[in-house]
């Protein structure tokens, strides 16, 4: 205060107009003789103050200086960490983008990358990238798949075994340099890996350690570092580490060269503040990222020791990092020494410059005010800056929170005049949900003394104003200010809050239906725009006819009950919320009460006040509007912006869902088909033979499994030789198509397959393929070999019954008629003896086509129920003399055996022919065995043997240990006359006769045979279902040979013979040649007929047709029945049934005499 006064007395002193001269006082003036002193006394007070302010000054300085370094230092940190958070939102980019896609495309990811410009906005990020997550077993698969996209020199490096491999497969942009890292498995490298683990586990981005990039050549090396954020698969919960490792599907990550980082990140390197940044918890030259002092080729003289230095650290990205930071000599040259120095110098000059001020005071008022203007002009200038800002300025007080001082900018930005916004406090501005907030910031602000914050601020028309503050708490004159730069970032937080709406909706689109989808965006239309109704109309083909498709939320919650969903409009006849259409623009109208032509709104509709609406082009044509309303203020282009973008991107996402789900299901529906198929199919690439994909069927059939079939050829694999494969790629590149061509393929287990093959050419991923298809056909070929066989059998058979059936007829005249002559020649006539020879072969033909009946399992036969342990064993005598002493026979029969229903005779039959049989083969003697046994058939061992059933059965097993047959002969043995033997010494009837007996009776044959190695016969007999008691014939007593017999033959020889039979055993005969001259000779009464003997099978008609219009003539006429024609045929004309008599062909005279006493002594109808 004393030196205050002391100036101000001096000043006063010196003044000119305030030493009064003496000629106008006329004294003398107390002053003078104290101004001739006052220039030294004005040098001793300066330059003592001097020294005082310079030794204040200088301890300010140091505080300063420090706090100027501190802020420095900070300012190096933080924006580091800023970048490193711009760089996370550009992965998380990229995991949207895989979130919101079933499978993002090389080509989609490219766009993406590109859209970012990094060279542009991300300087020092070397690429973006996206490494797939592979275990072994999808190595190969992953391998194939990139090379088919065309990179056929890709492989997954470095090469070796791991529990799980990584693979870089799309890296952007996709230069030389990063080339360098196609198909690296980042996961192999410790310091990487670490990094992915942390990433894979939490969910979050990691930045790895110092690493030295792939992308590093050996020009200009840079230390780098990956930041990671891991892409988990759709569908799979996240929610913890367990999950999170089962759901990963790979990492979005970037790698960044450091150096380019950290010029990008600051700009231009610091000279007077060197520092270093190290990737570890504590500074350790191993793990040193970054140093400005290598980086700028600084020269540091040693030794130095720094005034000032630092270590600073923060957590991010799951690591710690250290920054290390000293002051350089220039820093402590510019703003230590030479600013206290020049303080120092400078007071004393200006000590000296008052000294000499207060001379030239005395002489020049002028320069005095000249002074003054030049402090004046200097302050305008100040204030031309302070009041031209781009940006508002503010001064607060801090105690009354009113506005000291304020540029213009800042009341043009809220809407006021500098009279209203003087009269405003601090809180009347801010927006009141973030009172808080700033609250908050205030007091970090005078504990920090700055603070730098994004906040809402409120204009006179009550809008809010996004603004990025930046705040220092400051002394100006002696009080405590805060002093207030802001920026109005609302359009930047616009574009920023429209980007992540876009993507919210790009991603919910994938996860929800069409009317979810609408409503969300009509939601989010809503949140933007600041309205309360909103409605999405899908206009029709016709377009005509508006059909509601959704509301928003809001809308259908609170602000309308008028009936929606899916109602229909015609827009002549619909409202003002049309006109978009008619004038094919959008369309605001922010007063709607005063429109002249509004129609109304239909009951428990929401009253409009104002609204906006938008048409959604495609192709030139409308195919929807987008509507808001209600909004608080009038609606902006901004809003129109907003909404049109908004429109038509919920249209392209709703189009793009469409297809995807049509594809999705065509695929769907296209792996089932192909999965489930019965038939064997498989996807071939032609160049080398590599199976791309084969189906569940090919897999069961082959025994291998899909990692063994997919990524090898067939030929390689062992399935089909290297011939038929050519042959198929060969006919495949000649036609196109393959069709039924029949190949041999291998399975696992050495079988051998048949299979029908067809094949036709496909591309897939730019690559010609064959779609194969086989089919097995084996067991198929094995059956149809069968049905042939027994085509065959069939067909012979029919022949012999055929051949029988003549031969029959011919031995019956032959026998008759021998035997009428013989009974007219005395005994010893030559001639008799020559009709006894004749007799005898007859009857041996008569054998020959009776094994021939039997092979057709056509003969007539009498079966009845039988144990045949117990006939095997009677035979046994006629077997042991039938094969001779060299050969042992056993019987071995079974406890408990079944019972079956067989002819007896067919039975020594068979047992006859078999032994003779087995001894043929074996000329020098051996062992013939008889096994019986009960078994049971079920229908697997039907598919393999001929004629088999399911069911039980009574086997009878017939064994020698005999020359046995090759396969060759064992397909022929059952056939009519084969035989092996010698010419003369076997009819080859035998095994025929055997087989036609089995399978007549319901029974079947598997034959056992192997070259030197004896020959089994196993017979299948059905079990009778019940035990039956053996029929028999009640004797009867023979009438005599008397009565008329009509005769109705169609062969003459047969007629004739048989009417001199009857009439030499006593009968009269009557001959019909027809069956109609038959019927004429019964519908005369007075002829008459005891008994009918007829013929079966005649031309005009048969046997039982006859009889049965006779019968309606002569109630009870008895009839018998003969035939030369096998069983068979006889059973289908209907004669062979219960209670008629049948006589076959051909018979002696004591067989018709038996038959026809037989029949005429029954009584009844027949």
Known sequence: MMLRFFLDRFIQAIRVDAIPSPVESGIPSPYAGIARFLPYIVLFLSLSLTLCFWFLYDSSLKAREYAFYKDKTQEISSHILRRMRRD?????????????????????????????????????????????????????????????????????????????????????????????????????EPVRRAAMEMAKDSGDAILSGKVQLIQETGKDIQYGILMYLPVYRHGIPTDTIENRRKAIRGFVYCPIRIRDFMYATLGKMPHDIAFELYASETPN????????????????????????????????????????????????????????????????????????????????????????????????????????????????????????????????????????????????????????????????????????FDTKLVTRQGDARITHVKAQFTNIRGKYVYHCIWRDITKEKKEEQLLQARLHLIEFGYTSRLDELLTETLDKVEELTGSQIGFYHFLQDDQRTLTLHAWSTRTSKDFCRAEGGGSHYDIDKAGVWVDCIHQRKP?????????????????????????????????????????????????????????????????????????????????????????????????????????????????????????????????????????????????????????????????????????????????????????????????????????????????????????????????????????????????????????EMISKAAS?????????????????????????????????????RLIGEDIKLAFKPAPDLWTVHLDPSQVDQILINLAVNARDAMPNGGDLIIMTRNAHIDATYCQYVLDARPGDFVQVSVSDNGMGMEKETLDHIFEPFFTTKEVGKGTGLGLSTVYGIVTQNGGFIKVYSELRQGTTFNLYFPRMPEEAAPETVPPRTLPSGSGRVLVVEDDYLMSCTTSLILQQMGYQVLIAESPQKAISLCENKDTLIDIILTDVIMPEMNGKEMMERISSIRPGIKVLFMSGYTADVVAQRGVVAEGMHFIQKPFDMNTLYNKLTIALGESGET
């Open 844 to 880: 041996r033909s008569i054998d020959i086509t009776r094994q021939l009946l039997a092979f057709s399992r056509k003969g007539l036969i009498s079966p009845r129920p039988l144990k045949l342990n117990n006939l095997i064993a009677e035979a046994e005598k006629t077997l042991f």
């Open 88 to 188: 996370e939102q550009v992965l998380r980019g990229g995991v949207g983008l895989f979130n919101a896609s079933i499978d993002v495309t090389r080509d989609e990811w490219r766009r993406y990358v590109s859209s970012l410009k990094l060279s542009e906005n991300y300087p020092g990020i070397q690429g973006v990238g996206f490494s797939a997550w592979l275990l072994p077993s999808e190595v190969e698969q992953n391998v194939r798949q990139i090379r088919a996209k065309g990179f056929p020199e890709y492989t997954i490096h470095p090469a070796g075994n791991r529990p799980a491999y990584t693979s870089i497969i799309y890296l952007e942009p996709f230069d030389w340099r990063n080339q360098r890292a196609f198909g690296y498995d980042m996961f192999s």
């Open 285 to 452: 030259p191993d793990s040193l990222l970054f140093s400005s002092v290598q980086a700028e080729k600084l020269v540091v003289p040693e030794p130095f020791k720094p005034d000032y230095q630092s270590v600073e650290s923060f957590d991010a990205y799951g690591r710690r990092w250290v920054c290390v930071f000293k002051a350089l000599p220039p820093f402590s040259a510019n703003l230590n020494w030479v600013s206290s120095v020049a303080v120092l110098i400078g007071g004393i000059l200006v000590s000296l410059l008052l000294t000499l001020i207060s001379f030239m005071l005395l002489t020049s008022r002028n320069r005095a005010f000249d002074a003054a203007i030049t402090i004046r002009e200097s302050e305008n200038r100040y204030h031309a800056l302070f009041d031209h800002s781009p940006d508002g300025i503010v001064i607060v007080d801090p105690e009354t929170t009113r506005f000291i001082d304020f540029n213009d900018q800042a009341c043009r930005q809220l809407g006021y005049s500098r009279e209203e916004f003087g009269s405003l406090h601090l809180v009347e501005i801010e927006c009141s949900e973030s009172v808080d907030a700033v609250s908050a910031h205030i007091q970090r602000i005078i504990r920090d003394g700055s603070d730098e």
């Open 587 to 835: 369309v605001v109208h922010n007063d709607y009460a005063a429109l002249p032509h509004r129609k109304g709104m239909p009951p428990g509709h929401a009253g409009v006040i104002r609204e906006l609406v938008v048409p959604i082009f495609r192709s030139d044509r409308i195919v929807g509007i987008l509507g808001i309303g209600n909004k608080a203020s009038d609606y902006t282009e901004e809003d129109t912006e907003i909404v049109s973008r908004f429109a038509d991107l919920s249209w392209d996402i709703a189009e793009r869902k469409q297809v995807q789900e049509s594809l999705l299901e065509s695929d769907n529906r296209f792996s089932a088909a192909f999965n489930k198929a019965p038939i064997m199919i498989a996807i071939y690439r032609l160049e080398d033979g590599t199976c791309l994909d084969a189906n569940q069927r090919f897999f069961d059939v082959t025994e291998f499994s899909r990692d063994e079939v997919v990524g090898t050829s067939p030929a390689g694999l062992g399935v089909m030789s290297g011939t038929d494969w050519e042959q198929i790629k060969g006919q495949i590149l000649r036609d196109g198509e393959i069709t039924e061509l029949e190949l041999s393929l291998q399975t696992k287990s050495d079988r051998k397959l048949l299979c029908k093959f067809w094949g036709e050419m496909l591309t897939v991923s730019a690559q010609a393929c064959l779609l194969a298809i086989a089919m097995d056909i084996t067991e198929h070929r094995k059956m149809e070999q069968q049905y042939l066989q027994a085509q065959k059998m069939e067909s012979v058979g029919r022949l012999a019954g055929g051949v029988a059936h003549d031969f029959n007829n011919m031995l019956a005249v032959i026998l008759g008629l021998t035997e009428l002559s013989m009974q007219k020649l005395p005994k010893d006539d030559q001639v008799r003896e020559h009709l």
